[in-house]
């Protein structure tokens, strides 16, 4: 399983990014995937994740109303839509693919079992 993220770069506050996780396996295997983010000097944290139907979706308390994850199995894509950034979202993103947990969407980073490259994000004041 590989998962390729794509999207980031760099915004001012405010702005809009999409980021996109291409899965080189149907996405409707995983049971959840998830997006996390690493800033500098902090440890990787999770954003949102979506269960394997869509039906369930989680985000961190930081980014709720803000950000939207969404699925497309056909394209075995899974996106992140973040609007109104703020500086404090800068940062590192992964995507990561849990095989096993059921419906159950995790927030721990041990919990998911492939992960992504990461994309950079970078939000100016």
């Known amino acids: 399983v590989q998962l390729q993220a794509s999207g980031g770069g760099l915004v001012q506050a405010g702005g809009s990014l999409r980021l996109s996780c291409v899965s080189s396996?149907?996405?409707?295997?995983?049971?959840?995937m998830g997006w996390f983010r690493q800033a500098p000097g902090k440890e990787r944290e999770f954003v949102s994740g979506?269960?394997?139907?869509?039906?369930?979706?989680y985000y961190a308390d930081s980014v709720k109303g803000r950000f939207t994850i969404s699925r497309d199995n056909a394209k075995n894509t899974v996106y992140l839509q973040m609007n109104s950034l703020k500086p404090e979202d800068t940062g590192v993103y992964y995507c990561?693919?849990?095989?096993?947990?059921?419906?159950?969407?995790?927030?721990?980073?041990?919990?998911?079992?492939?992960w992504g490259q990461g994309t950079l994000v970078t939000v100016s004041s």
């Open positions: 396996t149907s996405v409707s295997s995983f049971a959840a």
């Open positions: 979506v269960n394997w139907s869509g039906g369930s979706k």
């Open positions: 990561a693919a849990d095989l096993v947990g059921g419906s159950y969407v995790y927030t721990e980073v041990g919990e998911y079992d492939y």
